[in-house]
Nanobody, 118 residues
Framework: QVQLVESGGGLVQPGGSLRLSCAAS????????????LNWYRQTAGKQREFVAR???????NYADPVKGRFIISRDNAKNTVYLQMNSLKPDDTGVYYC????????WGQGTQVSVSS
């Protein structure tokens, strides 16, 4: 059983920053964090879950157009953790943020709420 636990969400004013974390753990099985790409997705009001950012095994990254230049994804394989640094936040960034990884991208966290409002 693999668990992904997101944290770091909250309420922030427009223009502010947040850093999300997603920690992976396994019970009763072996999960080698370092061999999988890691994704962040978000679900905003009235929309389907959408891709935000990905970091590959070797560290290369790609981002959805709405967050390019503002968000930075990184990973710490020693801590089995992926991060999403979110800067210059906008109200449109409000939503629940999920991390995702594993074979066939099977594993999802429970999500962390990000609210951007004045």
């Amino acid at each position: 059983q693999v668990q992904l636990v997101e944290s770091g969400g909250g309420l922030v004013q427009p223009g502010g920053s947040l850093r999300l974390s997603c920690a992976a753990s396994a019970s009763g099985s072996i999960f080698i964090f370092s061999i999988y790409a890691l994704n962040w997705y978000r679900q905003t009001a009235g929309k389907q879950r959408e891709f935000v950012a990905r970091i590959a095994i070797g560290g290369s990254t790609n981002y959805a157009d709405p967050v390019k230049g503002r968000f930075i994804i990184s990973r710490d394989n020693a801590k089995n953790t992926v991060y999403l640094q979110m800067n210059s936040l906008k109200p449109d960034d409000t939503g629940v943020y999920y991390c995702n990884t594993g074979p066939a991208y099977t594993y999802w966290g429970q999500g962390t709420q990000v609210s951007v409002s004045s």
